[in-house]
């Protein structure tokens, strides 16, 4: 038995599943019957109920008149069946019907080499001038944004959008179109579309493939979209990946995007240079020079110098101004190779801003001359670096570490040793008896080395001069930690502030470990981060494939103070290797981190063992000490405007990367301005905003969205007296270098293979009708599902209370009317 009531429909929910509900009303005993003799027996009772009813009032009532007893036998009869709905035992229930929609997953390629242009064959490469390019992200980001794309795909299907690129993941999920909700449904795409800009090292498209897979419903899901280049360059092969989606209903439809001609060409795809020299001193500047097309033809390239102020705003297809230092002629390599062109100098006389930059003069057959020239910021530096070198004892890195400075006719060491006694004698040009006593002696110093130094012999208005120091005059501070001081210090909370100057938390008291020097009986390696890798004072060697060479056979160090946790703003560039029979933690200790502190530069070992470096290359070791140094030092060197200065982490970025530039120490009233010119000359300006992380300072954040040169200008004020001036260099990849064509034959493949079709635009977006075919041939996998709710509680009791109202009633009625019959 069943009835149906109004359904009650749900708009769709966050999940994008619609929900309609009926209520099925049914009777719990004649659900019960299992036999098919069940049914007829039930009915046969009730009959023989129904008849003896009637055949006992026929002779009960013979000598009352007929219309006294027909009544009667009804009341008895209507009593009988109230007791019959008891027995039936009616219930309600909800009936949920589910309908999950159809889904199209949009897979979005966001690695480095989507910042490439998209169409570059020869006759569209000499039409359009390098800043009017249309790069390969472009194009995808015009097909989502500014066309029916996606309009299409949600008439019939959700679209959930994925990027990828060393990692994968879900970044929106778009509801199904709706007319009953097309006036209120709106989506905030820009939330989305801003996580595809390219910035990845890597292209896994196999990997991404394989996550849609396990991410996605398999039951409701119609298809992949691919938008790539096809340049995958890590993980899983994407036959492989496209054999498993094959398995599947689900079909991969690729969108390729590039060209598989590349015009003949000649770049320069990095440029080295130290960023700072000293007068006179000798050094060397190298650029990498990347061809198509050109092999073996012969090119000219220049190096040229130019004052900085004219070089500010100058693209990378502009002439500029300056003198020719050098110049050298050079076979071009074969397709997709680095050639390096290294240029040795004697040196740089006046001190000051200088801008080298280095000029490919190509053959004639160069279809783009937008990209011949990269140029970098070099600071002729005429006074020494000043170092105050503190140390606990005389260690083997204290006595290595200032053997190198020492030799090193930048820097002016002094030395204050907490075990040296009075009128001993050092190798330094001072040795001091206590911590400067003055705000004025502190600031003599540009840096200052901390190897497990006794912070105990500090007196409160020493800690705060140096803070002090470190945040208001940029100060470089490096703290090398120890196993002898360090825990002394670390039990005291006096020492809050010098704590706080460390870029790591570090524990005090009973939960601090130190791994001793003699626990470990092998050496732990040191796993370098993405931005240690880039961080070119750490590089052992002038480019970053030698130094990673060099690192990887530097079997590692014996200790390192067991914190895992940086603080908030800083960088981690290196961790110990995992060893879990030294109870280390999950992601290992960190042993090299850095953060700036106020307008100050702050750098953090994890012990002193750098000087086992030398086993490797002694010459790498002084290298790196040297460069540690200059990199702490680089807030006082380079402080620019006495009103302002920028700090930028580092002067290298990967596509892709965010890049914030700090504001320190403008003056009060005063609203900087910050600019970027990128490569191609266009200027844009960054908003600038409160640094979240330094009290009174401020800072802009924007993203390198393509290689070369950019320059960051900050103005004080706006007559541009006052205006501070940084270079950066933003480079691609290795890998993303590899492969810059479309790969139209892997794309072909996976489409094939999975059941697909692929699509190769030519324009900046895709077509009215490709948009309808790929509409058109994804089958709609939407389906619906029913699910039985738990029994209405309050249904049942009102029945039963109905049920037994109308019983009593019927026989009470029955009563009355026999005892007027006079009946008994």
Same mark, same amino acid.
């Given at each position: 038995?069943?009835?149906?009531?109004?359904?009650?429909?749900?708009? #769709?929910?966050?999940?994008? /599943?619609?929900?309609?509900?009926?209520?099925?009303?049914?009777?719990?005993?004649?659900?019960?019957?299992?036999?098919?003799?069940?049914?007829?027996?039930?009915?046969?009772?009730?009959?023989?109920?129904?008849?003896?009813?009637?055949?006992?009032?026929?002779?009960?009532?013979?000598?009352?008149?007929?219309?006294?007893?027909?009544?009667?036998?009804?009341?008895?009869?209507?009593?009988?069946? *109230?007791?019959?709905?008891?027995?039936?035992?009616?219930?309600?229930?909800?009936?949920?019907?589910?309908?999950?929609?159809?889904?199209?997953?949009?897979?979005?390629?966001?690695?480095?080499?989507?910042?490439?242009?998209?169409?570059?064959?020869?006759?569209?490469?000499?039409?359009?001038?390098?800043?009017?390019?249309?790069?390969?992200?472009?194009?995808?980001?015009?097909?989502?944004?500014?066309?029916?794309?996606?309009?299409?795909?949600?008439?019939?299907?959700?679209?959930?959008?994925?990027?990828?690129?060393?990692?994968?993941?879900?970044?929106?999920?778009?509801?199904?179109?709706?007319?009953?909700?097309?006036?209120?449904?709106?989506?905030?795409?820009?939330?989305?579309?801003?996580?595809?800009?390219?910035?990845?090292?890597?292209?896994?498209?196999?990997?991404?493939?394989?996550?849609?897979?396990?991410?996605?419903?398999?039951?409701?899901?119609?298809?992949?979209? &691919?938008?790539?280049?096809?340049?995958?360059?890590?993980?899983?092969?994407?036959?492989?990946?496209?054999?498993?989606?094959?398995?599947?209903?689900?079909?991969?439809?690729?969108?390729?995007?590039?060209?598989?001609?590349?015009?003949?060409?000649?770049? &320069?795809?990095?440029?080295?240079?130290?960023?700072? *020299?000293?007068?006179?001193?000798?050094?060397?500047?190298?650029?990498?020079?990347?061809?198509?097309?050109?092999?073996?033809?012969?090119?000219?390239?220049?190096?040229?110098?130019?004052?900085?102020?004219?070089?500010?705003?100058?693209?990378?297809?502009?002439?500029?101004?300056?003198?020719?230092?050098?110049?050298?002629?050079?076979?071009?390599?074969?397709?997709?190779?680095?050639?390096?062109?290294?240029?040795?100098?004697?040196?740089?006389?006046?001190?000051?801003?200088?801008?080298?930059?280095?000029?490919?003069?190509?053959?004639?057959?160069?279809?783009?001359?937008?990209?011949?020239?990269?140029?970098?910021?070099?600071?002729?530096?005429?006074?020494?670096?000043?170092?105050?070198?503190?140390?606990?004892?005389?260690?083997?890195?204290?006595?290595?570490?200032?053997?190198?400075?020492?030799?090193?006719?930048?820097?002016? /060491?002094?030395?204050?040793?907490?075990?040296?006694?009075?009128? *001993?004698?050092?190798?330094?040009?001072?040795?001091?008896?206590?911590?400067?006593?003055?705000?004025?002696?502190?600031?003599?110093?540009?840096? @200052?080395?901390?190897?497990?130094?006794?912070?105990?012999?500090?007196?409160?208005?020493?800690?705060?001069?140096?803070?002090?120091?470190?945040?208001?005059?940029?100060?470089?501070?490096?703290?090398?930690?120890?196993?002898?001081?360090?825990?002394?210090?670390?039990?005291?909370?006096?020492?809050?502030? @010098?704590?706080?100057?460390? #870029?790591?938390?570090?524990?005090?008291?009973?939960?601090?470990?130190?791994?001793?020097?003699?626990?470990?009986?092998?050496?732990?390696?040191?796993?370098?981060?993405?931005?240690?890798?880039?961080?070119?004072?750490?590089?052992?060697?002038?480019?970053?494939?030698?130094?990673?060479?060099?690192?990887?056979?530097?079997?590692?160090?014996?200790?390192?103070?067991?914190?895992? /946790?940086?603080?908030?703003?800083?960088?981690?560039? +290196?961790?110990?290797?995992?060893?879990?029979?030294?109870?280390?933690?999950?992601?290992?200790?960190?042993?090299? +981190?850095?953060?700036?502190?106020?307008?100050?530069?702050?750098?953090?070992?994890?012990?002193?063992?750098?000087?086992?470096?030398?086993?490797?290359?002694?010459?790498?070791?002084?290298?790196?000490?040297?460069?540690?140094?200059?990199?702490?030092?680089?807030?006082?060197?380079?402080?620019?405007?006495?009103?302002?200065?920028?700090?930028?982490?580092?002067?290298?970025?990967?596509?892709?990367?965010?890049?914030?530039?700090? @504001?320190?120490?403008?003056?009060?009233?005063?609203?900087?301005?910050?600019?970027?010119?990128?490569?191609?000359?266009?200027? *844009?300006?960054?908003? /600038?905003?409160?640094?979240?992380?330094?009290?009174?300072?401020?800072?802009?954040?924007?993203?390198?969205?393509?290689?070369?040169?950019?320059? @960051?200008?900050?103005?004080?004020?706006?007559?541009?007296?006052?205006?501070?001036?940084?270079?950066?260099?933003?480079?691609?990849?290795?890998?993303?270098?590899?492969? #810059?064509?479309?790969?139209?034959?892997?794309?072909?493949?996976?489409?094939?293979?999975?059941?697909?079709?692929?699509?190769?635009?030519?324009?900046?977006?895709?077509?009215?009708?490709?948009?309808?075919?790929?509409? +058109?041939?994804?089958?709609?996998?939407?389906?619906?599902?029913?699910?039985?709710?738990?029994?209405?509680?309050?249904?049942?009791?009102?029945?039963?209370?109905?049920?037994?109202?109308?019983?009593?009633?019927?026989?009470?009625?029955?009563?009355?009317?026999?005892?007027?019959?006079?009946?008994?």
């Amino acid at each position: 038995m069943m009835m149906r009531f109004i359904p009650n429909t749900r708009f #769709p929910t966050p999940f994008c /599943v619609a929900e309609r509900i009926e209520y099925r009303v049914s009777s719990g005993l004649l659900d019960s019957f299992s036999e098919w003799w069940h049914m007829p027996v039930f009915v046969a009772c009730i009959a023989t109920v129904v008849g003896t009813v009637l055949w006992i009032y026929h002779h009960d009532a013979a000598e009352i008149p007929r219309w006294k007893g027909i009544p009667l036998a009804f009341l008895r009869i209507f009593a009988w069946t *109230i007791l019959l709905f008891g027995l039936l035992d009616m219930r309600r229930t909800a009936e949920h019907e589910i309908t999950f929609p159809s889904r199209v997953a949009v897979l979005v390629d966001e690695s480095a080499s989507m910042t490439l242009a998209a169409n570059t064959d020869s006759t569209t490469a000499s039409k359009k001038q390098p800043e009017e390019a249309t790069s390969r992200a472009n194009v995808a980001s015009n097909i989502l944004q500014n066309s029916d794309f996606l309009s299409a795909l949600r008439k019939t299907h959700e679209v959930s959008v994925w990027s990828f690129s060393t990692n994968s993941q879900k970044i929106a999920l778009l509801p199904q179109e709706s007319p009953s909700l097309s006036g209120n449904a709106t989506d905030n795409a820009q939330d989305w579309q801003e996580k595809l800009l390219p910035q990845g090292s890597e292209t896994r498209l196999g990997d991404a493939l394989l996550n849609v897979l396990r991410g996605e419903p398999d039951e409701s899901l119609s298809g992949i979209i &691919v938008l790539t280049d096809g340049g995958n360059n890590a993980g899983v092969d994407p036959a492989q990946a496209a054999s498993k989606v094959a398995d599947t209903p689900t079909e991969v439809h690729v969108i390729g995007l590039g060209s598989e001609r590349l015009p003949a060409n000649v770049r &320069v795809a990095d440029l080295l240079s130290p960023p700072r *020299i000293f007068p006179g001193d000798s050094f060397s500047i190298t650029g990498y020079l990347q061809s198509q097309g050109l092999e073996g033809e012969i090119a000219q390239v220049e190096l040229l110098e130019a004052e900085a102020e004219a070089m500010i705003g100058a693209s990378s297809n502009e002439t500029p101004g300056g003198r020719v230092i050098d110049t050298t002629e050079v076979q071009l390599a074969a397709d997709g190779e680095l050639l390096a062109v290294r240029f040795d100098l004697d040196g740089l006389e006046t001190p000051g801003s200088r801008v080298l930059a280095i000029r490919v003069i190509p053959p004639s057959a160069d279809s783009n001359s937008g990209d011949n020239l990269e140029a970098a910021d070099i600071e002729v530096v005429d006074s020494k670096t000043q170092v105050l070198l503190l140390s606990g004892g005389p260690s083997r890195e204290y006595r290595f570490l200032r053997n190198v400075l020492q030799r090193d006719q930048s820097f002016a /060491v002094d030395v204050l040793l907490n075990s040296a006694p009075s009128g *001993i004698s050092q190798d330094a040009r001072k040795i001091l008896d206590s911590f400067p006593v003055s705000s004025e002696a502190v600031d003599e110093y540009d840096v @200052i080395i901390a190897i497990d130094y006794d912070w105990e012999e500090l007196d409160p208005a020493s800690i705060a001069r140096l803070e002090r120091w470190v945040s208001e005059d940029s100060g470089g501070l490096l703290f090398v930690a120890g196993n002898v001081f360090m825990q002394q210090w670390l039990t005291n909370r006096r020492f809050e502030a @010098i704590r706080n100057l460390h #870029p790591v938390e570090l524990r005090r008291g009973e939960q601090l470990l130190l791994t001793p020097q003699l626990a470990a009986t092998d050496p732990l390696p040191l796993r370098f981060s993405p931005d240690g890798n880039d961080s070119e004072f750490l590089w052992l060697s002038t480019n970053p494939i030698a130094s990673q060479t060099i690192w990887s056979e530097f079997p590692g160090v014996y200790a390192c103070f067991d914190t895992a /946790v940086a603080k908030p703003g800083a960088t981690v560039y +290196a961790r110990i290797g995992r060893n879990d029979g030294l109870g280390m933690s999950r992601e290992g200790p960190i042993y090299l +981190a850095g953060q700036l502190y106020g307008s100050g530069t702050v750098f953090y070992a994890g012990s002193g063992e750098l000087w086992r470096i030398r086993a490797v290359d002694s010459t790498a070791h002084e290298r790196l000490v040297t460069q540690m140094v200059r990199h702490v030092a680089q807030g006082r060197l380079l402080r620019g405007s006495s009103r302002g200065r920028l700090i930028l982490e580092k002067d290298r970025y990967p596509v892709g990367q965010s890049v914030t530039a700090r @504001i320190m120490e403008t003056t009060s009233g005063t609203q900087p301005k910050l600019e970027v010119i990128t490569p191609d000359g266009q200027r *844009i300006t960054v908003p /600038v905003a409160s640094d979240p992380v330094r009290a009174g300072g401020l800072q802009g954040s924007f993203v390198v969205t393509s290689e070369g040169s950019w320059q @960051i200008i900050l103005t004080i004020d706006d007559t541009q007296r006052e205006r501070t001036v940084r270079r950066i260099q933003a480079t691609l990849p290795d890998r993303e270098l590899i492969q #810059p064509k479309l790969q139209r034959k892997t794309l072909s493949q996976i489409a094939t293979a999975t059941g697909g079709l692929a699509w190769f635009p030519r324009g900046e977006t895709l077509s009215e009708t490709d948009i309808t075919k790929i509409a +058109a041939i994804l089958k709609d996998r939407s389906r619906t599902e029913y699910e039985t709710g738990e029994n209405d509680k309050a249904f049942k009791k009102t029945l039963n209370t109905l049920l037994l109202g109308i019983g009593i009633a019927l026989l009470s009625g029955e009563w009355i009317l026999r005892r007027l019959a006079k009946l008994a």
